[in-house]
């Protein structure tokens, strides 16, 4: 059982470039999210979904942008890198509500992105 | 706008003694409470959690605390062990229209000295 998926683990990127990063789930989960971790700031919410096709902004969305063309894969996408993107990305997933509380998100293994 | 504030950093506990993390939130539209940990160089991994209905959640070792009135919640770790050091993670459930997201907490690094 694969869970979240996340590809590529380390990637370093000059400014301006661009790159997507992909996550794919084989939990059937209609929600995903792309969060960002850096030092002292925690788990920041990029973007999420709530099914396919979906997108919504999360608390830190500027910079990025995301698809969720099939409903197992989730993109994150940097049309034009800057520093301030450097940090360690996770992608997550989970179900919808629907009556049960228990709608942990379970994550990957993160991506690691450095912007030189 | 932090709305799910870990003011602790780091804590070092003793093997065997309480451990014991706190989390503050500010929005009273949260939900349901997680709490995560996370290892180096992998994702968290969900830990334990608990409605805004209760206020009290216990597994094993791990008990989560709720505190609405106070807007406060903590996890206890009982015996602390050498494998919980870890960096923990708060979160927290927002509901709306419907959909929800999860907030989390900057995280406190959990150091259990053998």
Known sequence: NAGVT???KFRVLKTGQSMTLLCAQDMNHEYMYWYRQDPGMGLRLIHYSVGEGTTAKGEVPDGYNVSRLKKQNFLLGLESAAPSQTSVYFCASSYTTGGNLNT???FGQGTRLTVV | ???VKQNSPSL?????RISILNCDYTNSMFDYFLWYKKYPAEGPTFLISISS???KNEDGRF???LNKSAKHLSLHIVPSQPGDSAVYFCAARRTTSGTYKYIFGTG???KVLA
């Open chain 2, 1 to 3: 706008d932090q709305q």
């Open chain 1, 6 to 8: 996340q590809t590529p």
């Open chain 2, 63 to 65: 008990t989560v605390f």
């Open chain 1, 104 to 106: 942990e998100a379970f």
């Open chain 2, 12 to 16: 070092s506990v003793q093997e065997g």
């Open chain 2, 108 to 110: 406190t690094r959990l």
């Open chain 2, 53 to 55: 209905i209760k206020d």
